[in-house]
């Protein structure tokens, strides 16, 4: 029987600084099948596509691939072998046909040693016929739409005639019609006997084209079962099945008066959202990557442009244009990527801390180091951040001391309403615990917090009010007392509630 | 590791550790002090003329164009851009500067409806171009997201052509003597020049170091979106850098101009590369963006004042110089880059 299985990844470690990504997983996949991976958000899917194609080494366990064992340098030794993958990221060089794109490294030439477009051309055509794409090989990328691009992702993992195909969110760009169309170059890869790797966040999607669904949840292998064997109900029952062992930090704050009204924002990636929320509450927004809980809060914050919508604060109109707007009336954003968008890493932590409230330190023309010396240590003292000096240079803290150096740099402005995007994202345990101790207090002094979080145990435990978030649209609103990791995770996918 | 990292090395650091620990951060952070130093004392022996103070005095007012400039550079790069256009800037605004202050009766009048005028006219006239200059530069930059390398080789090109443009291509010389004290007088004994040098190094010093302004530079150039994020109009801060630099490049035309008594616009043919090789020698990062600062950016500017003066002492010809020079820049980066990645 062991031959049968084309892939064989078994006790697969993964470690991060301050997080365990993969602990001691596997992953079998037969010959000729479409193998489901599935997942919330962090379960380490991508982490383990990453170590089978070479982009990261695992720190231990066995790869067995056609019954043989290897290891995988680098992605250029996985394509060698015969594995190929379509990335969630599209990167196409957008300057250069099609048919160079495919075939980018692996061009033929003619006998004097120019690239042979003819040929090129003409291979790409055939590929492209035979998975019926109609689209001419010189068109440039550039004039691609995205769903077009994610396509000729596609052909290109196809063009390495590999035995195993990984899929990460391939449909994550395309519409209905072109899904059909990869459905069907899935069955046709199949039925040649090759096998493919499908990660999705989509039910749908799983149920049709999938013979088997493996699960994994917070790093570790939870379950594989023949998709026939499975419902809706019972997957996400196994991707959100742990228990609430983290203890969370929640005493009731009194709720108040409505601080934020929002109605009707629409977007680049949002439409038509609308919502409040009052003083002293901790107002949770949910949902899977890319369904706009990042686009949105960053745009009522004036990083980006609104489209449409009105944003009332404490009641009145406001058109806020840039994030020095946001922040005189009093709101504050901690960005969901602290390295992009966040940390001045190559500054000292005073400066990182200070910097949103420059304008409060000047005496004339001059900043006041000794005032912003006081401030910083008030913080440091008040927040537990581990920092041997004001002047250390803040790229060599650690994660959980570089998050509440950032939330300093917003307490410091004195805020009502403060947007947290992804608070405790890879920093450990203790500071995770430490950040929503705070986030109690803050809401026991009359401020208010929006919280996006991808983690459900610490939405249901932190937030009052739920707001679940599916493609752009808000999907529905969950209180603290009816609100279950099931109900948010079949909104979060698009199903109703009725079910459940 | 996350957590202990902290008390982890505190508590192994042995009593040596910290000591080698305390040696490789002293270089680390005034490596390039170090490095004068050196070049100092090597300079002092390949030649007994070196350490004099007229020597010495001659090596700082040679630097004293190139470091005005390199002080506005250094906060350009800080941002993260570079300016390419110094030099040009420099050779417009002395030739606007010279045509206020040309003696009004002399044969060849340039504009006599302007000549004549008291020295602090032309200093007004003259940086005010070089502000106008860099305010360009800094809507290229900041408005319309065009790269600085584009928008300040643009300028590089039009403030040279201006400056041609402005005098039919000829020097105006017959300048008044107050202008022309700038570049040539004392005080004390004190150079005009290294005198103008060093108030506008501890007034950038200053500027870049002590004030809202200087903190919102390196904040953008340590990360636009953080800062953008942060409340900072980055687009305010980023153009009035480049008008700072404009200003300073302006001061040096002002400088050189005056020195040489006649401005021509022809002045400052690559003192922007000069300019950039100082501010890099001096620890800034043009692949970092938030890293530079004045009293290196200074040293950088001594360091290939004191390295000319003692190629020219001990008969290296210029040319050989030039190339000396080309390779200290590049050497300068590479040390950089290694630098921060060894910090990543």
């Known amino acids: 029987m062991a031959d049968e299985y084309l892939l064989t990844l078994s006790n697969i470690c993964k470690q991060f600084p301050g997080v365990r990504a993969l602990d001691n997983v596997q992953l079998k996949v037969r010959k000729g099948t479409v193998h489901g991976l599935m997942g919330e958000n962090g379960a380490g899917k991508s982490t383990l596509m990453k170590c089978l194609i070479g982009i990261y080494t695992p720190d231990s366990g066995t790869i067995i691939f056609k019954d043989e064992k290897i290891s995988v340098p680098n992605t250029h030794y996985a394509l060698s072998k015969g594995i190929s993958m379509i990335h969630q990221e599209l ?27 003819k040929k090129l051309n003409q291979r790409t055509k055939e590929l492209l016929d035979r998975l019926n794409i109609k689209l001419d090989p010189n068109t440039r990328m550039a004039e691609l739409s ?11 993992a196809v063009s390495y005639d590999s035995d195993l195909i990984v899929m990460d969110e391939p449909t994550s760009a395309i519409t209905e019609a072109e899904v059909r169309t990869l459905f069907k170059i899935i069955r046709s890869l199949k039925e040649q006997g090759r096998s493919i790797i499908y990660i999705t966040h989509k039910m749908d999607e799983v149920f049709a084209i999938t013979d ?137 932590v005073r400066d990182n801390m200070a910097i949103a409230n420059m304008k409060s330190y000047l005496r004339g023309i001059f900043v006041d180091f000794r005032k912003i010396t006081t401030d910083c240590e008030k913080m440091i003292d008040q927040l537990r951040i581990k920092t041997p000096s004001l002047k250390q240079i803040i790229k060599f803290l650690s994660g959980g001391n570089q998050q509440k150096v950032l939330i300093s740099r917003w307490l410091l402005t004195e805020p009502g309403i403060l947007i947290l995007d992804e608070p405790t994202r890879g920093i450990d345990v203790g500071a995770k615990a430490e950040v929503h101790r705070l986030m109690t207090e803050l809401t026991r002094q ?55 | 590791m996350d957590r202990g990292t902290v008390e982890n090395t505190k ?44 020597n010495l005095i001659n090596i700082v007012r040679q630097i004293s164009i190139i470091g005005l400039i390199a002080l506005g550079v250094t906060g350009v790069i800080v941002t993260g851009g570079i300016d390419l256009s110094s030099g040009s800037v420099l050779g417009l605004a002395c030739v606007v500067a010279a045509a206020f202050s040309q003696m009004p009766t002399g044969s060849r009048v340039l504009y006599p409806a302007i000549a004549g005028n008291p020295v602090y006219v032309s200093i007004i006239a003259g940086c005010l171009v070089g502000m106008l200059a860099g305010s360009i530069n800094g809507f290229l930059v900041a408005k319309t997201k065009i790269p600085p390398f584009i928008a300040t080789l643009g300028m590089f090109s039009a403030a040279r052509g201006a400056a ?15 202008y022309n004290f700038i570049g040539q007088g004392d005080i004390y004994g004190l150079p005009i020049p290294i005198l103008i040098l060093v108030i506008m190094a501890v007034v950038t010093h200053i500027l870049y170091s002590r004030t809202k302004f200087g903190k919102y530079i390196y904040a953008i150039g340590g990360n636009e979106q953080a800062a953008y994020v942060s409340g900072i109009n980055v687009t305010r801060y980023k153009s009035l850098i480049y008008v700072y630099a404009g200003f300073l490049a302006a001061l040096g035309g002002i400088v050189v101009s005056s020195r040489i008594g006649s401005g021509q616009p022809g002045l400052g ?76």
Do not use: C
């Open chain 1, 91 to 117: 990167n196409p060089i957008p300057q250069m046909s099609i048919a160079e794109n495919i075939f980018l490294g692996r061009e033929t030439r003619t006998w004097y040693g120019l690239v042979d477009m």
């Open chain 1, 146 to 156: 995205i769903a077009n691009t994610q396509l000729i992702e596609i052909a290109k």
């Open chain 1, 212 to 348: 088997e669904i493996t699960v994994f949840r917070d790093g570790m292998y939870i379950s594989t079962d023949p998709t026939n064997t499975l419902t809706r109900n019972l997957l996400i029952q196994k991707m959100v099945g742990r228990e609430l062992t983290e203890m969370f930090h929640k005493e009731p704050a009194k709720i108040g008066e409505t601080v934020l009204e929002v109605r009707g924002l629409t977007g680049r990636k949002f439409k038509n959202v609308s919502f409040e929320v009052k003083r002293g509450e901790i107002f949770g927004v949910a949902g899977l990557m890319g369904a706009g809980r990042t686009e949105l809060l960053e745009a009522v914050f004036g990083v980006t442009r609104l489209d449409s919508g009105e944003v009332f604060i404490d009641g009145k109109k406001h058109d806020i244009r840039s994030p020095a707007d946001a922040i005189r009336l009093g709101l504050a954003l901690l960005t969901e990527d602290r390295k992009l968008t966040g940390l001045f890493i190559n500054a000292m």
């Open chain 1, 446 to 500: 009359g401020k208010t917090i929006i919280m996006i979080s991808s983690e459900l145990p610490e939405i249901l435990g932190m937030s009052d009010r739920i707001m679940v978030m599916h493609e752009g649209d808000k999907i529905g609103e969950l209180s603290r007392a009816e609100a279950t990791q099931e109900k948010i995770l079949r909104l979060a996918t698009g199903m109703s509630l009725a079910a459940v």
């Open chain 2, 11 to 54: 508590a192994s650091k042995t009593s040596r550790h910290s000591s080698r620990e305390f040696i490789s951060n002293l270089l680390r952070k005034y490596g390039i002090f170090f490095i004068f130093l050196g070049m100092l004392i090597i300079a002092s022996l390949l030649s007994p003329a070196f350490l004099t103070k007229i």
């Open chain 2, 164 to 178: 041609m443009l402005f005098t039919a291509g000829r020097p105006i010389s017959n300048l008044r003597d107050d």
């Open chain 2, 269 to 344: 043919v690559g003192y922007e590369f000069d300019a950039i090789t100082a501010a890099v020698i001096g620890g800034a990062s043009l692949s970092a963006g938030g890293i530079g600062t004045i009293p290196g950016t200074i040293v950088g500017a001594l360091i290939i004042g004191v390295l000319n003066n003692t190629l020219d002492l001990t008969n290296v010809s210029a040319y050989w110089q030039q190339i000396i020079k080309g390779a200290i820049i590049v050497g300068a980066v590479i040390l950089d880059q290694q630098k921060h990645r060894g910090a990543k």
